[in-house]
């Protein structure tokens, strides 16, 4: 049974940074990536970041680049969400989610694109 734990979510105050932690366990095999999407009140989810298992190719939504940086320890079977400069729009639940194969690329994957979804970890920045 594949599981997906977030964990490093907590209250820090802007320009502070933050990583978030992502378990990943029970794939059968390598070709499987990760994504890590957030949600704020009264706001759809949104997708942040994603990282391939099998050759750790990244993607960023234009939103992120330059200030989250997504890097996978396949040792430990985790992948990390390093957010810098926090800002109070950044507040919000944090979830690690998994797909089958390489990241999406070209498409804006919905919740039920992904094959499995970890419970979130909230992330609450003060200003």
């Known amino acids: 049974e594949v599981q997906l734990q977030a964990s490093g979510g907590g209250l820090v105050q802007a320009g502070e940074s933050l990583r978030l932690s992502c378990a990943a366990s029970?794939?059968?095999?390598?070709?499987?990536?990760i994504d890590w999407f957030r949600q704020a009140p009264g706001k759809e989810r949104e997708r942040l970041s994603c990282?391939?298992?099998?050759?750790?190719?990244?993607y960023y939504a234009d939103s992120v680049k330059g200030r989250f940086t997504i890097s996978g320890d396949n040792a430990k079977n985790t992948v990390h969400l390093q957010i810098h400069s926090l800002k109070p729009e950044d507040t919000a639940v944090y979830y690690c989610?998994?797909?089958?194969?390489?990241?999406?690329?070209?498409?804006?994957?919905?919740?039920?694109?992904?094959?499995?979804w970890g419970k979130g970890t909230q992330v609450t920045v003060s200003s």
């Open positions: 989610a998994a797909e089958w194969g390489p990241c999406y690329t070209d498409y804006d994957p919905r919740y039920d694109d992904m094959d499995y």
């Open positions: 029970g794939f059968t095999d390598d070709d499987y990536a």
């Open positions: 990282i391939s298992r099998s050759d750790g190719s990244t």
